[in-house]
């Protein structure tokens, strides 16, 4: 078991965009750890852009040292929560006063920034010398994937292949035709109500059929389907029961775990009905530290903020200059959302937001 210090712990799961910032935020109030399985911070919004210019990626993997300097880091994943502690992969049991988990979604990412610049700058290499590519998934994520290569690699061949019968379903009808107008413009395919079975893939493969029979031929491709929710390893444990159909926790109004005091959640994980997005995730941790902040001060629970939603905004990149935007009263595409987001991405904002030079240097 792992102690340490006067201050009370505050144990934090999961480095990603709701974890790093409570974890930030809360290093100098509170003795703190974060435990996570990567040894970096990744922007995950700016990933496709890596994809195609490997270079940004050394603006937006962030080494948790970086934004930690009163903070402990532990690298590794955290596998059963108990009454008092987090136990890690390897057996470490480490104590907790306070937990909050970020856990989001799984991933397979590699452990050090290094091999994830690596990766990047392989993807990168794969693009370029490809004639056609295949996207497999056509949510933001494939969309925002085949908008980077439409930009940037105008001669190649995109097909989308989604099994859902539009793009974006996260989002509105109209936001789904302006995103289809704008890839069927630059030539991109887009086959829907169709899937490929990834299960029988390799990174060698050329030649691919559809549910559907269709055959579809490419010189590389790329899974860009959601991934479920990283709860897996709370089917285990104390939080079993605070686990709802979908795999989400579920929270209270001060995100606190219901039926749990000392233990919060925040981000993707959670069972709040909403929008699944970084900035939302944001706004989680962001409530959370006050919450927490109070109560490490001994403040009632009276005290605690309530979190309210906000209206749905969401916004998805089409290359380095334009994007699809649906807001409140209003669904529009082209130059002035792409001016908001898919210049930098956020990514300035972001490492700001963590104490850093936003520039990266």
Not at 14 to 25: C, E, K, Q
Not at 195 to 222: H, M, N, P, Y
Not at 270 to 293: P, S
């Amino acid at each position: 078991m792992e102690g340490g210090g006067s201050n009370k712990r505050v144990v934090v799961v999961g480095g990603g965009a709701a974890g790093s910032l409570i974890a930030r935020t809360l290093q100098f109030g509170a003795d703190l750890v974060l435990i996570d399985p990567k040894d970096y911070y990744e922007v995950p919004w700016a990933a496709l852009r890596c994809m195609v210019e490997p270079a940004f990626a050394q603006r937006t993997l962030i080494e948790h040292k970086d934004y930690l300097g009163n903070a402990r880091v532990v690298t590794s994943t955290a596998v059963k929560v108990s009454e008092r502690e987090i136990v890690t992969s390897e057996g470490r049991c480490i104590p907790y006063d306070y937990l909050v988990i970020a856990t989001g979604h799984p991933n397979t990412f590699p452990t050090t920034r290094s091999e994830r610049l690596k990766e990047f700058q392989e993807s990168y290499e794969k693009i370029k010398a490809s004639n056609s590519v295949l996207i497999v998934g056509g949510g933001p994520t494939g969309v925002e994937l085949a908008g980077e290569i439409a930009v940037d690699f105008p001669e190649k061949q995109i097909t989308i292949v989604h099994k859902g019968s539009r793009l974006l379903e996260f989002v509105g009808p109209k936001a789904s035709e302006k995103a289809l107008a704008w890839l069927t413009s630059r030539k991109v395919q887009v086959l829907f109500n169709q899937e490929i079975s990834l299960e029988q893939l390799d990174d060698t493969q050329t030649e691919f059929v559809t549910s559907e029979g269709v055959k579809v031929r490419a010189d590389c491709w790329f899974n860009c389907i959601g991934k479920g929710v990283g709860s897996s390893w709370l089917t285990e444990g104390i939080l079993h029961g605070c686990l709802n159909e979908r795999g989400q926790l579920m929270v209270d109004e001060h995100f606190r775990v219901k039926g749990k005091e000392n233990i919060f959640a925040i981000g993707d994980i959670t069972d709040i009905r909403e929008m699944k997005q970084g900035y939302i995730a944001h706004k989680h941790a962001l409530l959370a530290a006050k919450n927490l902040k109070l109560l490490l001060e001994g403040r009632s629970e009276s005290d605690l903020h309530r979190y309210k939603q906000g209206s749905a905004i969401a916004i998805v990149s089409l290359g380095r200059k334009q994007a699809v935007a649906q807001l409140p009263f209003l669904t529009t595409i082209g130059y002035i959302p792409g001016y908001i987001k898919s210049r930098d991405l956020f990514v300035g904002k972001t490492r700001k937001e963590l104490g850093l030079d936003p520039s990266g240097l």
